[in-house]
């Protein structure tokens, strides 16, 4: 089955430089991959899904990925960060029997 | 998108009651539903999925007598916690697919339970 590692469970960044949050999804290549955003005490919000169609996905909220097969990657970006987007990222990916699986998930804070 | 919603979504209970978490979708039919789990600081953990008028297919260390599943209609799915102790305290989430052609699962807000 697939599963996804993502790097860094804390990232801090300063309002208004890039945000960039690590992915890596194990070696065959998923059928859907997603990034998902949760605020403190509430359920997941997703931000953006890769579905093989295009490999740049772009998101809400300015949020976009790329998906590179050569380096089996899924990383999250955004140009510039907002006090707003301090949260904690999951990235999953969605195996062929339906079920997601997430990873550890990174919490994003923003410095201001 | 669809909205799914969980109810409740705080509960505080004793240890040794039973508790029922609500999942539901609103605005679409639900084939598949699936049950996560959160421990805090940790990720999602997938703890069952169900399809609608069939027993749920329990994940590998999760006690299927102990989170008892219902997914009684295509709107509803329930958890129930049994003889709920403190190490099931936890954040529980659902979601749910709406058919078997479309690639989103969508996620409830979530219920915190306490066990005291």
């Known amino acids: 089955a697939q599963s996804v590692t993502q790097l860094g469970s804390h990232v801090s960044v300063s309002e208004g430089a890039l945000v960039l949050l690590r992915c890596n999804y194990s070696?065959?290549?998923?059928?859907?991959l997603f990034w998902y955003v949760q605020y403190p005490n509430q359920g997941l919000q997703l931000l953006l899904k890769y579905t093989s169609a295009a490999t740049l996905v772009k998101g809400i909220n300015g949020f976009e990925a790329e998906f590179k097969k050569s380096e089996t990657s899924f990383h999250l970006t955004k140009p510039s960060a907002h006090m707003s987007d301090a949260a904690e990222y999951f990235c999953?990916?969605?195996?062929?029997?339906?079920?997601?699986?997430f990873g550890k998930g990174t919490r994003l804070h923003i410095l201001p | 998108g669809a909205v799914v919603s969980q109810h409740p979504s705080r509960v505080i209970c004793k240890s040794g009651t039973s508790v029922k978490i609500e999942c539901r979708s609103l605005?679409?039919?639900?084939?598949?539903m699936f049950w996560y789990r959160q421990f805090p600081k940790q990720s999602l953990m997938l703890m069952a999925t169900s399809n609608e008028g069939s027993k749920a297919t329990y994940e590998q260390g999760v006690e299927k007598d102990k989170f008892l599943i219902n997914h009684a209609s295509l709107t509803l799915s329930t958890l129930t916690v049994t003889s709920a102790h403190p190490e099931d305290s936890s954040f529980y989430i659902c979601?749910?697919?709406?058919?078997?052609?479309?690639?989103?699962?969508?996620f409830g807000p979530g219920t915190r339970l306490t066990v005291l």
């Open positions: 070696s065959s290549v998923p059928p859907y």
């Open positions: 999953a990916v969605e195996n062929r029997d339906d079920k997601i699986i």
């Open positions: 979601s749910q697919k709406a058919g078997a052609n479309t690639d989103t699962q969508y």
């Open positions: 605005d679409f039919q639900a084939t598949t």
